[in-house]
C-alpha cells in the first residue's frame, strides 16, 4: 500500500471524501422517496455532519489510494509472494487515513461467509496488529510516535469509510440484482459509524 500511495496521477488531486458521501446522500433521498424500505436519511446527513468535524481533528497527506482494499482485490503470487493489488473502480487522491482505514475495516468482512453482509467488529486489527501493519508501511526507520500517529489517523478515516460504504449500501439495495442483503450491510456500516467502534483500542 506504501508503494501504491506513491502512484503519480495526472488528475485532479482535490480529495473527495465528504462530496462523494453528501452527493451518495443526495442520490438516497431520491432513490428513497418512493422504496418501500427507509432509513433516517435526515439522521445521516447529521452524521456527514459529524464525521467532517471528526476528520478536522487529524492531518493525513493526500495521496493516491485505492479507496476499495479488501482481500478480494489483493493477489498474491504463488512464484514469488509479492502482492499485486487490482480492482481500481473506486481509485482516485484522497487523505492516506481513508485507505488505512478502509482497509483495516475490511478485516471485519468475510463476503464469502453464510452472513456476507454483516462485519465482525471483534476482528478489527488489534493495536498490536495496527502497530505491526503502521510500522511496516513506514518503514524501518520509523519511530514509535510515528506509528502512533498513523495508528491514529487510519482509525479516524475509518470512520468516513462507514458512511461511504453505508449510503452506497442503501443505493444498492435499490438497484442492484445480486442477491446481497445491501441494506443490512448498509445498517451494519452505519452502526459502526455510531459507535465509533474503530477508536476504541483493543489488546
Not at 433516517?40 to 476528520?55: F, G, P, Q, R, V
Not at 513506514?138 to 475509518?158: F, I, P, Q, S, T
Not at 438497484?175 to 483500542?201: H, M
Amino acid at each position: 500500500m506504501a508503494i501504491f500511495h506513491t502512484t503519480q496521477v495526472d488528475i485532479d488531486r482535490k480529495p473527495r471524501i465528504i462530496g462523494n458521501i453528501r452527493k451518495l446522500l443526495k442520490d438516497a433521498r431520491a432513490a428513497y422517496a418512493t422504496y418501500e424500505r427507509q432509513f433516517d436519511i435526515d439522521a445521516m446527513a447529521k452524521d456527514i455532519d459529524d464525521l467532517e468535524t471528526l476528520l478536522a481533528t487529524v492531518e493525513s497527506p493526500i495521496v493516491f489510494c485505492h479507496n476499495d482494499l479488501q482481500y478480494g482485490n489483493i493477489m498474491v503470487s504463488h512464484a514469488d509472494d509479492d502482492a499485486v493489488l487490482i480492482d481500481f473502480e473506486y481509485s482516485h487522491y484522497n487523505p492516506r487515513g481513508y485507505d488505512l482505514g478502509n482497509h483495516f475495516s475490511e478485516w471485519c468482512y468475510n463476503y464469502h461467509g453464510d452472513a456476507p453482509h454483516v462485519g465482525d467488529f471483534a476482528k478489527y486489527p488489534t493495536v498490536a496488529e495496527q502497530r505491526h501493519f503502521c510500522a511496516t508501511y513506514l518503514g524501518k526507520d520509523a519511530d514509535a510516535a510515528a506509528v502512533e500517529a498513523l495508528r491514529h489517523e487510519a482509525n479516524v478515516y475509518a470512520n468516513a469509510t462507514h458512511l461511504f460504504w453505508a449510503l452506497w449500501g442503501f443505493i444498492q439495495e435499490t438497484q442492484s440484482t445480486i442477491d446481497f442483503d445491501y441494506f443490512g450491510y448498509a445498517e451494519c456500516r452505519w452502526n459502526a459509524f455510531k459507535t465509533k467502534v474503530t477508536l476504541q483500542d483493543k489488546a
